[in-house]
């Protein structure tokens, strides 16, 4: 199942490139969320829907290109998770720091993670207990790693009061801007060890960078200490959380 997931976000990728490339139209246009949508998020969808259908028909699909009501998610126990295309800001900048994300929920929890970025050429994937990346043909096993001082990753787009604050009271430590959820794959693959976010987030922003980082051996908590939930609710919306390497009691105490 993995291999065929990773191959459907290669080919959502293919798809985002052409529009990148611009080869086919970019049609920016703004939801009534305000949030920015183009024809690639569109085609990477309709990609990735697609096969998740013709992969497992017997689990429904939760996308950001095609959200559902709550009366039609409330009484899942399974479904895959979509971002077609995270980073739309870092699309259209054109800086090459957007994915395409694809993770399986089950009871609430991310089991399964893929995350592609096109332009940069690559993979990450898990399953529930080993994370991968793939460049370049190399597949490799990845995991964390501690540092002293540590790398914390940021948003290249929400850096706000709370966060400074947080900076400042961490004590020593290294900065690193990265867009989309490449940030979780900095943790995985041991370039970072913390990334703080206190705004909210939708869910499908982080449901496979959770399963990457957990599967590498981070935590994803929220800054109460709990795990993220992704069990079905009203809202898609994350509260703020942390991914890290750091023993979580060490992050809670400077929040």
């Known amino acids: 199942m993995l291999k065929t997931v990773c191959h459907l976000a290669r080919e959502a990728g293919n798809a985002i490139t052409k529009v990148y490339d611009k080869e086919i139209p970019l049609n ?19 990609i990735i829907a697609a096969g ?5 028909p017997e689990i ?12 039609a998610r409330k009484t899942w126990k399974q479904y895959w998770l979509v971002d077609p295309l995270d980073g739309t800001k870092e699309f259209i900048q054109r800086n090459g720091e957007f994915t395409v994300n694809i993770a399986l ?22 399953t529930k207990k080993e994370a991968w990346k793939e460049y370049q043909g190399h597949h490799t096993k990845i995991h964390v790693q501690e540092l002293h001082p540590p790398i914390i990753v940021v948003s290249r787009s929400h850096i706000d009061s709370e966060l400074t604050r ?16 490449l940030k979780f794959c900095m943790i995985a693959e041991g370039k970072a060890q913390i990334y703080p976010r206190h705004g909210s987030t939708n869910i499908w922003d982080t449901g496979a960078g959770h399963a990457i980082a957990v599967a590498a051996g981070a935590a994803v908590h929220d800054w109460q200490g709990k795990e993220l939930d ?13 991914v890290s390497v750091i023993p979580k009691e060490n992050l809670l105490k400077v929040v």
């Open 230 to 242: 992704y069990t079905p609710k009203k809202s898609y919306l994350n509260q703020g959380f942390c």
């Open 166 to 181: 947080y900076l400042h009271t961490i004590g020593e430590h290294k900065i690193i801007a990265m867009g989309s959820s």
């Open 105 to 126: 929920i089950d009871q609430g929890q991310p089991i399964l993670g893929v995350i592609y970025a096109p332009i940069l050429s690559i993979m990450y994937c898990a």
């Open 28 to 46: 920016l246009q703004h939801k009534k969320n305000h949030s920015i949508v183009t024809a690639a998020d569109i085609a990477a969808h309709k």
């Open 60 to 71: 429904p699909i939760l996308s950001e290109e095609a959200p559902l009501s709550w009366e």
């Open 52 to 56: 998740l259908r013709a992969l497992t």
